[in-house]
């Protein structure tokens, strides 16, 4: 059978390079010189050189090359027929080619009839053509002689199959078959196909590789199917032919599922083939795959598909190295390139298939995405998703929104994204450009965790890449340092010091880039402005010494700039940079460090530059209290963060201990000198001094010599004196404390008599006569209680971890202080309407926040019995002005809540007094370090009272009263909502600045948020024991058998105190576990370290627990406090944090019903009047605790039904005053918060029931019917409360959830109906005519609200009334579908009243008002007779707004 084949010019060009290829080009240019010179002509009588003679073609002897001298065409032509013409025909044909067999039998003959024939030079030139075809080839194309010489070249091939290749490079196998390639026509394919194929079983592997390879170029399309089947079988017997049959398999047409059977056999196998072999398997795969079939193909190539197999371990590669430098592994080297090279083959191959096929790129993204849990997740998916990332860009969107949900959810994590890059290096090396705009788009995120993996790109992007990426890297992140997104900035300045500890020398090479965010430091917060010096001086500094850097030379110009600006803002900057470089010049290199490189130890020269840099920072500070005061606070924080080099450290202290003595510490006996406008006593000292020794703090005649003076002038104009300020007084005690405890391993026994001094102060209690006082004594003392109160908070930061009991009584009592100070302040501050507090720490943050407040206001405020009042920014050189801020500010702006609970507030309003919350003035607070709260751990500590002989006269028990716990408990809450919320997740009012929620943190957020909740774990102990004794203090105080009398001595303050405490520990709980980051793996074992303590509270157990148990026992420990909750607020936030573990269970479920018998319980519980004062706080609570209790209910509208049907109607029949018997907290003050909270619960409880199908059974129709009964209830019960309750949060809560509650009946509940109306008649009936009642209701209340004008209602009326227009519209059309649209009839209805009064001023203006109400329809079949004899129909929904009649359906 004859088979076409196509020509192809091309084709021919192909198969004569192929030809040449194996011929060496020389030796065929003296060939051709021979044949010109010699003429060895082959002269034969045979029929076979006869004929070849006739028609053109000359046959040479030896090596010479046949000559053609016709045109190929016109010899093929010429000899057909001259053989057709042949007496002899068809005889003639056998003896022709026996005469080839003859003449061929030499093997330099057979090579010359493979070999191209040569063109003389006219018939080349005259045809243009500029190849030639070996004789062989122009004989197979003559049909009658191609089946005879296929035949012969067969029986030729096996006498050089096991031959080795010729001196000239020839193999003859290979050349025999070349000249069965690209044939014009095929005689026999048929029987050519079962010779190749036979060839090909008996061939070396060597030779099976070509002779595979060239099927498609030899067979016809006929053969393919044939071919295909033996190929495939022969690829089961011998896995070494994979690779070729498989690249065969892409050129041949073959059937779809001949191929799927083919990719399942290969796919088995994928795991144990070779890695050179893997690219041509891989791109098999790929183009094999269908639409149907892809999610399933990827899916298994996702699972068998392991790169990191191939790849050599780490500490290999090292030894191979070390043998390469050896001149040892030169094999073992080209073997890693070799491997190296076929892995970035895999990865191309996959990824021009993602690029052509879009349904292989949708089919892996899928494949990811259903992967849900973290250990499922391999390396190679991240490779994948950011290989489409860059490859596809219809995908981008899809893809970075699947990343954000894959880190969201915790599925990719740190160590899978350095495995990925670890791994897969060379090929995301070439996507390098989509990486970084990936990350740079992850950086705009508000979610803290999509942040952190953007940085993580960065990071492993300037790891595992060059030079160029890494340069781009350090720009991408330079750029998002000068964006002047607070976020943004930090988490690049972050990622900038990683990579320095990362690769130190690269980032030097990048300095440049760095350097220029010196002109962006105006806009940069303190603590960013600490890191970038802290960058650039590592790039300085960490060379070896003696090499030129210029970025020193930058830095040195820069900070003294800075320093001798008199902008506060710029000598800030240059404070802040100086300590810092001479931290990084002075650090101890003694000391292992990542951030610089390990070098000697501080130089004698090194030591001089960083004394004569802090002594150029303290000259150009002395001046100005503030800069003083920063400055010693910016070198107490390097201190406590960094080892410096003990010489320098040596000189520091000293400095520092001379200055302090000198200018705050004077002798017990000293008389302070001055005409002072009170007393001066030495107050507050804990030991009994003689008068010939001891020290006292020398606070008011240093102050009394400022405040002589204008203070503005002081504070806003440099001094020329050179005196020390008191107000450094803090935070000179502070660097001073941090020197000596890092100089003697935190001991602080040469400095423990500032523990227990006592300072010069005037009688600082409040008196009868405050009110006389003139306005400037009142503002001196509560300046000194302001600088008395941040001495002693100072003192109790220093002394906090001492371990001696004497210490420890000694902080107790200083804690003692505060609080009374606390108390002291809040009276002052109470009278003093414009007072402006002294500075306690200076930063951009808390100048910022220094409003003013003007007199008027302020007389204005305090007339009305309310503080209120404008802020005005100040100007940034008057660095004394406080924060006058409103005396009982209730700003939804506040930062933090009052420390006093609300009784305390309601009790001072009743006495006329006015309020000061001490919250609002925190900035003016020196902070509390996290140490401070290891106090916590105190119980009752003994403390010795020592004679003047140093024996032991007095003993006295100090122990931690409820006013020092309430004290502690509060700056920890302030300071875990801060540092453990996200700043976006937090309300902060539009005209605060950014920063202000920062104010008084600045030394919590120099420490990692991990770091401190570290420490909140270790407190967990301590805080459970406080938790439980105040649990019993108030079951005491509830008991029964408690006398009278004993009652009697538990005062109402002490009462409020401990329940403070109680709702201060919850907190604290609450923040703690609510901490997003416990969802990071890396942050587990704190996670299972405080359950722990939680869960041994109530079975202490040594063995090792599983997670979900720990949970659950903590749950069980904690929700065994709900008896003891002394107010509402404390139940609130122990529900609170009841929810917050529960999300750390993977059942959460099993407790959920325990959650809302909780949440019911405080609904039922009556609470203390002050608890129901009608006030945004408690209703607020109220709100998130209803929304708990119907969220966590197991059946949500028995719930509604029971608050409904049982505490209403019990507050209706109950005194105005009066609640409900059944819920406490129900009243008519309450209600519209129970309204609101219930309708909200209802509508989103049936919008989230499925819509059902015909295709459920019938149980599952009677069961949602049923439900649907009896939401429609329920929606009746609550609307019809708007006739009792008719006040405006009622009525707009009926029209904004009215009309959602009826959209969610249209989409849930109509198709329902649809297909139950049949079989369960009379139930659809009676539920549409409950319904329709409700809808009458709230067309009535559309009139009420155009009746009335109310703009606040009206707006809701046009979509109500568009939503049943809908619905009438919907149940008509369901009658329609089951044959009943008899049962739908249009009628007029009037307009009513809310309490069914027909509104009079409107008649019947047109009898063609088409609306109707469909339940009111189809709700009426039953009932037609009584809804036409009452004279009207139902609520009509859908008129367009007009004033008339509504008309409405009704049936009979």
């Known amino acids: 059978m004859v088979s076409k084949r196509s020509r192809l010019e091309s084709e021919d060009k192909e198969t004569l390079a192929e030809d040449a290829s194996t011929i060496m080009k020389p030796p065929l240019s003296k060939l051709a010189k021979k044949s010109d010179d010699s003429h060895e002509v082959e002269e034969n009588g045979s029929v076979f050189v006869r004929l070849l003679k006739a028609s053109g073609l000359t046959l040479k002897t030896g090596e010479n090359q046949n000559q053609l001298g016709v045109d190929q065409i016109i ?93 000239d490079g020839i193999s003859m196998p290979r050349l025999i078959i070349n000249q069965l390639k690209w044939l014009d026509r095929i005689v026999d394919s048929k029987d050519l196909t079962a010779q190749m194929m036979q060839l090909i079983s008996v061939a070396p592997v060597s030779l099976q590789h070509d002779f595979i390879t060239s099927l498609p170029e030899i067979l016809g399309d006929s053969q393919h199917a044939n071919v295909g089947k033996e190929l495939s079988e022969l690829l089961v017997q011998n896995t070494s032919l994979t690779v070729p049959i498989l690249d065969v398999f892409s050129s041949l047409r073959l059937d779809p599922n001949f191929l799927s059977e083919i990719r399942q056999l290969v796919m088995g196998k994928l795991s144990s083939v070779r890695l050179e072999d893997l690219p041509v398997i891989v791109k098999f795969i790929l183009h094999s795959v269908t639409d149907t079939a892809s999610l399933e193909v990827i899916a298994e190539l996702r699972e068998k598909l392991n790169v990191q197999h191939f790849i050599l371990p780490s500490q290999v590669q090292a030894s191979q190295s070390k043998m390469k430098s050896k001149g040892l592994a030169s094999s073992s080297g080209n073997q890693e390139n070799s491997d190296k090279d076929c892995i970035v083959l895999v990865f191309d191959v996959i990824k021009s298939a993602i690029r052509y096929e879009k349904t292989i790129s949708e089919a892996w993204i899928k494949v990811i995405e259903r992967t849900e849990s973290a250990a499922e997740h391999k390396a190679l998916d991240v490779a994948m998703l950011l290989i489409i990332y860059s490859t596809s860009t219809q995908t981008k969107k899809g893809v970075e929104k699947l990343l954000r949900n894959k880190v969201q959810s915790g599925c990719i994590q740190e160590q899978l994204l350095d495995n990925a890059f670890s791994t897969h290096h060379l090929v995301l090396k070439d996507i390098c450009p989509s990486i970084l705009l990936l990350a740079q788009t992850l950086f705009h995120s508000q979610d803290q965790r999509i942040i952190l993996f953007g940085s993580l790109l960065y990071k492993y992007a300037f790891k595992f890449f060059d030079t160029y990426c890494q340069q781009e890297v350090v720009g991408a992140l330079v750029t998002h340092v000068c964006s002047g997104n607070e976020t943004e900035v930090d988490t690049a300045l972050d990622v900038l010091l990683e990579l320095i500890v990362l690769n130190a020398s690269a980032m030097r090479l990048n300095a440049a880039f760095v350097k220029g965010i010196l002109d962006y430091l105006e806009n940069m917060s303190p603590q960013q402005i600490r890191k970038i010096f802290c960058i650039l001086s590592t790039l300085a500094f960490s060379q070896q010494p003696g090499t030129s850097n210029h970025i020193q030379d930058d830095l040195h110009l820069v900070i003294r700039k800075q320093l001798s600006s008199t902008v506060f803002k710029y000598k800030l900057i240059g404070i802040i940079g100086a300590v810092t470089m001479a931290g990084i010049m002075a650090e101890d290199r003694n000391v292992p460090s990542n951030s610089t490189q390990l070098r000697a130890s501080v130089s004698g020269e090194e030591h001089t530059q960083v004394t004569s840099l802090l002594q150029l920072v303290h000259s150009c500070t002395e001046h100005s209290p503030w800069a003083s005061s920063l400055y010693y606070d910016e070198f107490a924080n390097l201190i406590q963060e960094r080892k410096l080099a003990p010489k320098t450290l040596e000189w520091v202290g000293q400095t520092i201990f001379n200055d302090f003595q000198d200018a705050f510490v004077v002798d017990f006996c000293a008389v302070p000198e001055g005409d002072f406008p009170f007393p001066v006593k030495a107050l507050y000292g804990l030991e009994d001094y003689s008068t010939q020794d001891g020290i006292v703090i020398n606070l008011l005649p240093l102050f009394f010599q400022e405040f002589a003076k204008d203070v503005s002038q002081v504070m806003s104009q440099e001094s020329s004196q050179k005196s020390m300020s008191s107000l450094c007084l803090a935070s000179h005690f502070r660097l001073l404390r941090l020197c000596v405890a890092r100089q003697h391993n935190g001991n602080l026994d040469e400095i423990d008599g500032l523990l227990d001094c006592p300072l010069f102060l005037p009688d600082l209690e409040p008196g009868e006569n405050l009110e006389s006082m003139s306005a400037e004594d009142r503002s001196l003392l509560c300046s000194l209680t302001f600088l008395t109160f941040n001495w002693f908070r100072e003192v109790v930061n220093a002394f906090c971890q001492q371990t001696s009991p004497e210490m420890k009584g000694k902080v107790l009592s200083r804690l003692k202080d505060l609080v009374g100070l606390q108390e002291i302040l809040e009276t002052y501050l109470a009278v003093i309407p414009d007072y402006a507090p002294p500075f306690a720490s200076v930063d951009l943050d808390t100048l910022d926040v220094m409003p003013w407040r003007s007199s008027a206001v302020a007389a204005k405020s305090r007339n009305k019995g309310k503080t209120g009042g404008k802020k005005q920014k100040t100007d940034s050189s008057k660095a004394s002005c406080a924060d006058t801020l409103l005396a009982d500010d209730t700003s939804e702006c506040d930062m933090a809540p ?465 939503s049943l227009e809908l619905l009438v519209c919907r149940v008509k059309a369901m009658l329609v579908l089951n044959n009943c649209r008899e049962a739908f009839w249009l009628g007029t209805l009037k307009n009513r009243d809310l309490q069914g009064e027909e509104i009079i001023s409107q008649h019947p203006s047109s009898p063609e008002s088409t609306a109707e109400d469909s339940e009111d329809g189809s709700a009426s079949y039953s009932s037609r007779n009584r809804a036409t004899k009452d004279g009207e129909g139902e609520a009509s929904d859908g008129q367009k707004d007009q004033d008339s009649d509504e008309s409405d359906d009704s049936s009979g």
Request: net charge neutral; aromatic share 8%; glycine share 4%.
């Open 75 to 167: 010899f093929q032509r010429k000899l057909f027929q001259a053989l057709r013409k042949h007496p002899s025909y068809p005889k003639v044909i056998e003896e022709f080619v026996n005469g080839l067999e003859s003449y061929t039998e030499d093997s330099e003959s057979l090579r010359n009839c493979l070999l191209p024939c040569e063109r003389l030079q006219d018939e080349e030139a005259s045809m243009g053509t500029f190849y030639s075809k070996s004789l062989i080839k122009l004989l197979l194309g003559i049909d009658i002689l191609q089946p005879a010489i296929i035949k012969m070249l067969f029986e030729k091939v096996p006498q050089f199959l096991f031959e080795s290749e010729r001196r």
């Open 898 to 1362: 009052s420390g006093k609970s609300q009784a305390d507030k309601e009790a001072t309003g009743k006495e006329g007094k006015t309020f000061v919350s001490l919250q609002n003035y925190r900035a003016f607070f020196r902070e509390l370090d996290i140490e401070v709260f290891s106090i916590l751990h105190s119980g009752l500590v003994t403390k010795f009272i020592l004679d003047t002989e140093m024996h032991t006269e007095a003993t006295e028990v100090v122990q931690l009263g409820p006013a020092e716990l309430l004290f502690l408990l509060e700056d920890l809450s302030q300071k875990l909502e801060n540092i453990l919320t996200p700043s976006f997740a937090k309300r902060i009012c539009f005209f605060k600045n950014k920063g202000n929620r920062n104010v008084g943190f600045s030394h919590l957020h120099q420490r990692s948020v991990q770091d401190i909740v570290h420490c909140v774990v270790q407190l967990l102990t301590p805080m459970c024991n406080h938790l439980e004794n105040i649990h019993n203090f108030f079951q005491c105080l509830g008991a029964e058998t408690l006398s009278v009398d004993d009652k009697a001595r538990v005062t109402a303050q002490e009462q409020r105190t401990m329940s403070s405490c109680y709702q201060k520990l919850l907190q604290v709980l609450h923040a703690l576990f609510s901490w997003k980051g416990f969802t990071h793996q890396s942050n587990q074992r704190l996670l299972r370290s405080a359950l722990e303590v939680l869960a041994s509270r109530l079975k202490p157990t040594e063995q090792e627990q599983p997670m979900e148990e720990l949970v659950s026992q903590s749950f069980s420990y904690l929700q065994n406090f709900h008896h003891s909750v002394p107010s509402f607020q404390c139940g609130l936030y122990l529900l609170r944090l009841l929810m917050a573990l529960l999300e750390k269970s993977a059942v959460p479920n099993q407790k959920k019903e325990k959650l809302a018998s909780l949440a019911k319980q405080l609904l039922c519980r009556a609470w203390p009047h002050g608890e129901r004062e009608k006030n945004p706080t408690f209703n607020d609570h109220l709100h998130d605790l209803l929304c708990i209790y119907l969220e966590h209910t197991d059946n949500v509208l028995k719930a509604i039904e029971e608050i409904t049907g049982v505490g209403v109607p019990e507050l209706v029949s109950a005194p105005k005053d009066s609640s409900s018997s059944t819920f406490p907290t129900l009243t008519r003050h309450t209600f519209v918060i129970f309204f609101r909270v219930m309708m909200a619960e209802l509508e989103k409880t049936v919008k989230g029931l499925q819509a059902g199908t015909a295709a459920d059974s019938q149980q599952v129709h009677e069961e949602k019917l049923l439900y649907w009964n009896m939401a429609v209830r329920d929606f009746s019960i609550l609307i019809n409360l708007m006739k009792v309750f008719d006040s405006y949060p009622v009525l707009h809560v009926c029209l904004k959830y009215g009309r959602r509650f009826v959209e969610a009946f249209l989409k849930q509940c109509m198709p329902l109906l649809d297909f139950s109306f049949r079989k369960h008649r009379e139930d659809v009936l009676s539920l549409l005519q409950t319904l329709q009642l409700n809808t009458r209701l709230l067309h009535h209340l559309c009139g009420h609200s155009k009746i009335h004008q109310d703009t606040r209602l009206t707006k809701h009326v046009p979509l109500l009334k568009k």
